[in-house]
């Protein structure tokens, strides 16, 4: 009768079972033992916790709330992408220039903390490389939207230098420091990568297709053509840059991008080297 009480004691009161039923003589059979490890095993089910996940620790640290107290309802810079940032950044460009300042105007924007712009490690020069590589696939897509199929090869190659440097218009009084900035030892392959981007870019849409000696000639003459040009517009005060256009005709009619030797093509890469150290002397850095 005593067990039979203990047995209901041990299934009304889940929490004590285990104690009650491990003082009862009955439980040293093997057959109850388990019965016991069975309720042992609901108890410990029902009572434990659910596991959480750990917390994102790159969103705690980079969060604005712990940046910048007073925002506390600023996105984490891991949400927003790099690419986004500088997007914005342009924005304040034809005020700020390409500097920093420019990126935290962004930040702000798009309700990000000031320590955001750290996705540009190199600062400036990442917004200068933004810059470059998005007016140079927006010249690519005119380029390929336009009819030129009665254009001669010279009249192409004039329509995307023209088509470049116009998007250098809004930004034209800070362009001098973006090219000092890029002449910096530092910064020198990126400034070729972009060059190279963008005289390739121009001569692909004017439908060149060779793969000899003579692809590497081309580019390196537009290069040259196309550098003298655009140091030219940074000191053009004619109205629409008008002066810059009939420069661009005069480089162009000196050379036919045929039939050029080695050393016509070395001059003019010397020239467009001397130009770019010339810009950066100017602006105060030793040379």
């Not at 069975?38 to 009572?47: K, L, N, V």
């Not at 010279?154 to 998007?167: E, S, W």
């Not at 040259?224 to 004619?238: I, P, R």
Request: with cysteine; net charge positive.
């Amino acid at each position: 009768m005593n067990t039979m009480k203990l047995s209901r004691a041990a299934f009304q009161h889940p929490l004590s079972s285990l104690r009650i039923l491990s003082s009862a003589t009955f439980t040293r059979t093997a057959a109850n033992r388990s019965a016991v490890r069975s309720i042992a095993t609901t108890i410990s089910s029902r009572s434990t916790p659910p596991a959480s996940s750990p917390p994102d620790v790159s969103r705690i640290a980079f969060s604005a709330s712990n940046a910048i107290p007073d925002d506390s309802h600023a996105h984490s810079p891991t949400a927003i992408s790099k690419n986004a940032l500088l997007a914005r950044a342009l924005l304040h460009v034809p005020s700020k220039g390409f500097t920093n300042a420019a990126i935290v105007e962004a930040c702000a924007d798009l309700n990000l903390s000031h320590m955001a712009a750290g996705l540009c490690q190199r600062g400036p020069v990442e917004l200068v490389d933004f810059f470059v590589a998005d007016t140079t696939r927006a010249v690519a897509a005119q380029m390929a939207d336009m009819d030129m199929s009665t254009m001669r090869i010279p009249q192409k190659i004039r329509t995307g230098v023209l088509l470049r440097i116009d998007r250098l218009k809004p930004v034209i009084q800070h362009w001098p420091d973006a090219l000092a900035l890029m002449a910096m030892p530092q910064n020198a392959p990126y400034a070729l990568k972009n060059l190279g981007h963008i005289v390739d870019e121009i001569w692909f849409a004017a439908g060149d297709r060779s793969t000899d000696l003579n692809w590497y000639s081309k580019r390196t003459l537009l290069a040259g053509v196309y550098t003298s040009t655009e140091l030219f517009m940074c000191q053009d005060k004619s109205p629409n840059f008008a002066e810059t256009e009939k420069f661009l005709d005069r480089r162009l009619q000196d050379i036919a991008f045929i039939g050029r030797t080695t050393n016509e093509v070395s001059n003019m890469v010397q020239f467009g080297v001397k130009s770019a150290l010339g810009v950066l002397a100017s602006r105060g850095f030793r040379v």
